[in-house]
């Protein structure tokens, strides 16, 4: 587990093995269990025959697929983004070109409406630059 006041990360591993919280175990795993059947699968409804996203497999594979959480009471979304960004620049730091092009972190957002995306589309235009 890293982290800052505005998020805590964990690599994929790290949340196999039970590391975070018990509160933050259940979106976690169900995040990443998606990543895992999703977007290492082909889809036919996307038209793909390979992967969905053809990094996630190596990603996984190489632990530099990353799960973070906003921490408790985190009402500033956007500024959580920023520290996401400042906690993936000290991710890939040391790592080199083709391992940096491999690393992700996703924000799992527990507690938006999974039928209303106008909050996360919100969040998305105010921090996206």
């Known amino acids: 587990m890293k982290g800052d006041d505005l998020i805590t990360s964990w ?3 790290e949340i196999a093995d039970g590391e975070p919280p018990a509160p933050h175990r259940e979106p976690l795993l169900r995040v990443l269990t998606w990543g895992k059947a ?5 889809h036919p409804e996307l038209g793909r025959t390979g992967p969905v996203c053809p990094y996630t497999q190596t990603s996984l594979r190489k632990d530099l697929f990353h799960l973070a959480l906003p921490a408790p009471g985190c009402t500033d979304l956007t500024s959580a983004v920023d520290s996401l960004r400042t906690r993936y620049a000290k991710l890939a730091a040391p790592l080199c070109d083709e391992d940096r092009e491999l690393l992700t972190i996703l924000l799992v957002l527990p ?3 999974p039928t209303d995306s106008s909050e996360l589309d919100e969040l ?3 921090a996206k630059d």
């Open 11 to 13: 690599s994929a591993a």
């Open 38 to 42: 999703f977007l290492v699968a082909s």
């Open 111 to 113: 507690d938006f409406d």
């Open 124 to 126: 998305q235009r105010t």
